[in-house]
């Protein structure tokens, strides 16, 4: 008879899986890459940190204050605060999340309970609940310093309002898995929520617009939430505070029924889970209908002039670009911020404040702005590939026509919407005068074609693999991000220097013609770097196939 | 004197202190379909990377189809076909758009690329799914996808690297059948599999590498007349690679050691 598995204890199972977290991002870092990351993490740490404690000294100020100056009531907002933070950062900051599986743990032997408590301690150790546990705490030591009384119900709030935080943030990210486990829903809601991000651009010209009309409606809705955890809290310490004990146990009793609830539905989350819920998004067999397969014969060849390999690039990454829906997004998203920046910043628009700066600055201004973000991905060009990138080693080409139709895409694209940009701009802001005009576009041909050559070589240097409508673990190279500003401040620099240049002369042609002249200089340099780029594709492409094949 | 469709000469590959593929000197006559065994991290996916252009040499040389693989990449990969490890599929691409695409980037019309791309798709079964793409694709279905992209172009070595490896039964029937007619037209195949039985029942070929190091090459008949004893002639494939691998007694752990699961 074999040996049996001994029963391993929660908190034994609880330290093995911190301990295979530790060991994951150990192993990570034994790759040059990867440790260059760990250089942009250590100060993203350093930053948080010192936000996270300067917050702690406002958490602890803000709760001395409410019950020093006795208006204990006031402290909901402080737990409002931590509540929409604990519960919205995790969702922002879910692409940064390190990429460990926390379902891959059902393959040994938990029990459910050992499961759900294991969850939730994983949900503690995230750094929106870290923080919120920090600044919670100093909160309850400035409490206390005001008014020693109140600790133990100031304690028993705190540790219900942690829980029921956790039970809450777990929720929600098991409900979200569940969501997104098929591609296509992926993808709608990643693009959903970008253009959300991008909608919150036009909420100060909307206050400023509708403000004072959408206050009432506000307040009408004000009392409803004093009936969610946050505001049950502060009200439960403030009857504390006022001695009033049927309101403490009436606030606490309904925060309690909160986290019960709460628990009960994680509970049955978690039990699905536990039972071997399949998530997996492969198709269902078809039924036995044989369809015949499209034969409709293409018409002719758009893109006849270019050579085979370099059109098939092209309409690779045409229909690429059309099924990533992230992707498609950040093209609608430059028309979108030329249309918000007119309103704020130039123009005749009723929002616009006295100060609108002149078609001539906003022009060129704008302009940099789309190839700012246009131009990003460029950094990472292969992102998307996967393991289709060994076809292009396999295939008889030099690597030159798989840059060839790659740029060639980019830079269609960035003329399509510079086109679009320039039709806003013209009717909502009006163009600049012609030698700005001339200058602005000769310079974005210099800057495009300058980034595009040093986009390719980081592209090949420094492959990071990103997915389709993925957003945890879904990172650039820290080099490839910072390849990317170095160059944009450098190009961005010079060309600011040339169109001041003009002015400073009183020649208003000399921008034009010297961004020609450098326009010129990028275009040689970037059909001379091609050759070299490809040497290079060949000597990285062991680099290339393992960052993304794997 | 028949052509030499794959050479190599003292190829060598080295991941910082491991050496993957030791010296090999492999010899494949053209038209043969030959067997590249060996046990798991023995360098089998190594050599076949190297030989396809997806894995630098760190020594040695190759030369395909009397080609210097160093010297005239374009010109060896023009003919031949792939399935890496992986498959190597763009994802997001149709089963007939990723042919078109491949098809193209052998250089191929378009008339034949669309003209091949619907014939492999009706032999390989996968017609009937036009618009689903590859991400969707079950594992058999994308290997049957790679196997139709690393034909399309009509190569005169074909590189397969576990083809058979989540293909069912019917499909790989049929796959069999048309890389016999592929090798008696004259394409060499250059085939890994762990399935011992249809390396046997397939090549006429095989080499056996070891840590790296190529331990045996021959046709099965000189394999089997390495055996000694009478019983030589009679020998399975799975008994000589068995007899070569397992020789310094390190290879099968003895059951003996695993008395607490007995």
Request: aromatic content about 10%.
């Amino acid at each position: 008879m074999a040996d049996v598995a001994q029963s391993v204890g929660i908190l034994e199972q609880i330290r093995l899986v911190a301990g295979l977290r530790w060991r994951i991002l150990r192993n990570s870092l034994r790759k040059k890459n990867n440790r260059l990351d760990l250089i942009g993490l250590i100060l993203a740490g350093a930053l948080s940190s010192i936000l996270v404690l300067g917050l702690c000294f406002a958490f602890y100020a803000g709760a001395y204050a409410f019950f020093s100056k006795g208006r204990p009531g006031w402290i909901a907002s402080l737990f409002w605060g931590i509540f929409l933070f604990w519960q919205i950062f995790p969702v922002l900051m879910a692409g940064f999340g390190a990429s460990f599986e926390f379902r891959t743990l059902l393959r040994f032997p938990l029990s459910l309970s050992a499961f759900y408590v294991i969850g939730l301690a994983y949900g503690l150790a995230d750094f929106a609940a870290l923080a919120s546990v920090c600044w919670l705490i100093s909160m309850t030591i400035g409490a206390t310093v005001a008014k020693p009384g109140v600790l133990p119900a100031m304690l028993m709030i705190v540790a219900t309002f942690v829980l029921l935080n956790v039970t809450l943030e777990r929720l929600i990210g098991s409900w979200l898995e569940r969501l997104l486990s098929r591609r296509r829903t992926r993808e709608i809601f990643l693009a959903l929520f970008v253009l959300s991000m991008v909608s919150l651009q036009f909420l100060t010209p909307f206050l400023n617009r509708y403000g004072a009309a959408a206050r009432p409606v506000f307040l009408r809705f004000l009392p409803y939430f004093a009936w969610l955890p946050p505001s049950l809290a502060g009200r439960a310490l403030a009857a504390v505070t006022q001695l009033r004990p049927a309101g403490f146990l009436l606030s606490s009793a309904t925060l309690l029924f909160y986290l019960v609830v709460l628990s009960a539905l994680l509970w049955r989350r978690f039990a699905a889970q536990y039972r071997g819920e399949e998530l997996s998004e492969t198709a269902a067999p078809l039924r036995a209908v044989v369809r015949p397969a499209a034969k409709k014969a293409e018409g002719a060849d758009g893109l006849s002039l270019l050579s085979p390999q370099v059109a098939a690039v092209v309409r690779k990454e045409f229909r690429y670009l059309t099924r990533n829906g992230f992707v498609f997004l950040t093209l609608l998203v430059p028309p979108m911020l030329v249309v918000l920046f007119s309103t704020q910043f130039a123009g005749k628009h009723p929002t616009v404040s006295g100060k609108a700066v002149s078609a001539e600055m906003f022009f060129p201004g704008m302009m940099a702005y789309l190839i700012l973000i246009l131009m990003a991905p460029a950094y990472n060009s292969f992102a998307y590939e996967g393991r289709g990138i060994q076809t292009y080693f396999m295939a008889p080409l030099r690597f030159r026509e798989v840059f060839l139709g790659k740029n060639l895409m980019l830079v269609s694209v960035l003329t399509l919407e510079i086109v679009l940009s320039l039709g806003i701009l013209a009717s909502r802001v009006g163009l600049p005068s012609l030698p700005m005009l001339v200058a602005t576009l000769v310079a974005i041909i210099f800057t495009v074609v300058g980034q595009i050559t040093i986009a390719n070589w980081s592209s090949l240097n420094f492959p990071r693999k990103l997915e389709f409508g993925r957003m945890r673990g879904q990172r650039q190279s820290g080099m490839a991000v910072l390849i990317a500003f170095g160059t944009q401040i450098l190009l961005g620099g010079i060309s600011a220097v040339i169109l001041f240049s003009g002015r400073w002369t009183g020649n208003p042609w000399l921008p034009a013609e010297a961004f020609a002249f450098l326009a010129a200089a990028a275009v040689a340099g970037y059909f001379a770097s091609l050759d070299h780029l490809a040497q290079l594709a060949e000597k990285k492409k062991e680099t290339l196939i393992e960052a993304l094949c794997r | 004197m028949p052509e030499i469709a794959i050479r190599t000469q003292k190829l060598t590959r080295r991941f910082g202190n491991l050496t993957a593929v030791d010296g090999i000197d492999l010899q494949v006559t053209a038209g043969q379909f030959f067997g590249f065994l060996g046990p798991n991290g023995a360098g089998k996916s190594t050599t076949i990377k190297m030989l396809t252009g997806l894995l630098a040499p760190t020594a040695g040389s190759m030369e395909l189809l009397g080609l210097d693989f160093a010297a005239h990449p374009v010109e060896v990969k023009r003919q031949i076909g792939v399935v890496p490890e992986g498959m190597g599929l763009f994802e997001r691409l149709t089963g007939a758009e990723y042919l078109q695409f491949v098809g193209r980037m052998y250089g191929l019309d378009r008339t034949t690329t669309q003209r091949r791309s619907n014939e492999l798709l009706e032999f390989m079964q996968l017609a009937d799914r036009p618009k689903t793409m590859i991400a969707d694709y079950s594992h058999g279905m994308q290997k049957k996808l790679a196997l139709a992209a690393a034909v399309i172009h009509g190569p005169r070595i074909l590189f397969l690297d576990e083809p058979f490896e989540g293909v069912d039964a019917l499909a790989a029937g049929a796959l069999k059948a048309l890389m016999a007619r592929m090798t008696e037209r004259g394409t060499t195949i250059f085939l890994t599999s762990h399935v011992l039985e249809i390396v046997e029942r397939l090549c006429s070929h095989v080499a056996i590498i070891h840590k790296g190091r190529l331990v045996a090459q021959g046709s099965l008949d000189e394999l089997r007349a390495g055996i000694s004893g009478e019983e030589g002639s009679k020998t399975t494939l799975e008994q000589i690679f068995l007899s070569i691998v397992g020789q310094d007694g390190t290879e099968r752990p003895q059951l003996e050691e695993l008395s607490w699961l007995m």
